[in-house]
T-cell receptor, first 112, second 111 residues
Framework: EAGVVQSPRYKIIEKKQPVAFWCNPISGHNTLYWYLQNLGQGPELLIR????????DSQLPKDRFSAERLKGVDSTLKIQPAELGDSAVYLC??????????FGPGTRLLVL | GQNIDQPTEMTATEGAIVQINCTYQTSGFNGLFWYQQHAGEAPTFLSY????GLEEKGRFSSFLSRSKGYSYLLLKELQMKDSASYLCAVIMNTGFQKLVFGTGTRLLVSP
């Protein structure tokens, strides 16, 4: 069974540029999560989707971050414009309902 | 609010046993996960505890005491490949289940 797929794995951009990350969850998983992980820290939830609906986006900085999951499968997380402090690993995870979450390899973002 | 504490770093020797502790203070506790994360890789699921007691899975065991807000992950017969960060994560029931992670414990296994 394929795991959670994310792309790109690495991204280097200059500040003020836009960037987008893509996630394909495990087949059949209706719940999808985006997390941010800073070095030496645990993942922090940015947004949670139940099918197409964002049920928790309270931690998403909405002035520059946006996300979508239009057909309830793949999801995209966007930052526009990126700031230096956005450098981190962006992890996508999926689960069936609220059960065990399985993580993708993450996208490592460096903003210069 | 929530607070999850685990040691920042631990060292151990190959073949030994190590116990990684996690204490938590959360509202609406609904279970606790342990994840393993190698450097530059995704967190991978190790264990889940919702009731008090010990869950054993091969070389890894996890214990939970809900009344004490305490869990530990026990790793036996340590191998070099066990060098990784171990993340304690608590499920909070906030209307739906929300997973809140600790900062992780970096374990270094030496020969």
């Amino acid at each position: 069974e394929a795991g959670v797929v994310q792309s790109p794995r690495y991204k280097i951009i200059e500040k003020k540029q836009p960037v987008a990350f893509w996630c394909n969850p495990i087949s059949g998983h209706n719940t999808l999560y985006w997390y941010l992980q800073n070095l030496g820290q645990g993942p922090e939830l940015l947004i949670r989707y139940e099918n197409e609906e964002a049920v928790d986006d309270s931690q998403l900085p909405k002035d520059r971050f946006s996300a979508e999951r239009l057909k309830g499968v793949d999801s995209t997380l966007k930052i526009q414009p990126a700031e230096l402090g956005d450098s981190a690993v962006y992890l996508c995870a999926s689960s069936f309902g609220g059960e065990t979450q399985y993580f993708g390899p993450g996208t490592r973002l460096l903003v210069l | 609010g929530q607070n999850i504490d685990q040691p920042t770093e631990m060292t151990a020797t190959e073949g030994a046993i190590v116990q990684i502790n996690c204490t938590y203070q959360t509202s609406g506790f609904n279970g606790l996960f342990w994840y393993q994360q190698h450097a530059g890789e995704a967190p991978t699921f190790l264990s889940y505890n919702v009731l008090d007691g010990l869950e054993e899975k091969g070389r890894f065991s996890s214990f939970l005491s809900r009344s004490k807000g305490y869990s530990y992950l026990l790793l036996k017969e340590l191998q070099m490949k066990d060098s990784a960060s171990y993340l304690c994560a608590v499920i909070m029931n906030t209307g739906f289940q929300k997973l809140v992670f600790g900062t992780g414990t970096r374990l270094l296994v030496s020969p």
